[in-house]
């Protein structure tokens, strides 16, 4: 009867979100929660997993023009992703996060700049776009900043310290951290096949 019940309440704050919030995205997974408020810009090009839990303040945009100029953004978050409070992902190319991993509050993460032309407000200027590559399981420290418009792929299992700035590709089992981001350490896990991973 318990079971019974949870599955009855399961459905209908499903049911809920779905009214109030996940039909603005092109798709939301199963047991996935996603707490107000909540700014969304261009949903139907943000796909998020199962069992995902997302605290209140996310700002998520995907940008499919700016100026006269037209994109194909794509922001992938697959399962079991945790994202804190009050973070930013922008995206105008592509933008995937990795099952498991674990996004502290206030952190951004973009794949754009824009272009910096004196005399002329960020309004006015254009784009310089990438990519951005989040590895299963990895953790993005407290108000880190992964700034991917000349593209990034954080590996594994890596960590990025508080406040680190990340601007080139931080491999599997690394921890980051500084400004500039830099290597500081390895991740202490059970050595596999085929890996950098040290005991």
């Known amino acids: 009867m318990i079971k019974f019940l ?6 209908t704050r499903y049911m809920y979100n779905y009214i109030f919030c996940f039909h603005k995205f092109g798709h939301v997974g199963i047991g996935t929660t996603i707490n107000n408020p909540l700014r969304i810009g261009g949903g139907k090009y ?15 945009e995907a ?5 006269d100029k037209k994109y194909e953004p794509k922001i992938d978050i697959e399962d079991s992703v945790t994202v804190g409070q009050n973070c930013h992902f922008t995206c105008a190319n592509r933008l995937y996060i990795g ?4 996004i502290l509050p206030q952190v951004l993460i973009t794949d754009i700049e824009h272009e910096y032309i004196s005399d002329k407000s960020l309004r006015e200027t254009g ?3 990438g990519s951005v590559e989040i590895g299963e399981n990895a953790v993005i420290g407290m108000g880190a900043r992964i700034l991917g418009h000349k593209n990034i792929r954080i590996g594994k299992s890596a960590v ?4 680190a700035v990340v601007t ?3 491999p599997d089992y690394t921890i980051v951290a500084g400004i500039p981001a830099k290597v500081i350490g390895k991740v202490n ?9 040290d005991k």
Do not use: M
């Open 46 to 60: 943000i796909f998020i997993g199962n069992s995902c839990f997302i605290l209140d303040g996310l700002r998520i």
């Open 168 to 170: 080139h590709d931080v």
């Open 6 to 11: 949870k599955k009855i309440y399961h459905a």
């Open 99 to 102: 099952k498991g991993v674990s």
């Open 160 to 163: 990025i310290g508080t406040n």
């Open 127 to 129: 784009l310089e776009v």
């Open 63 to 67: 940008i499919s023009k700016w100026k």
């Open 189 to 197: 896990c059970e050595k596999e096949p085929n890996s950098s991973c």
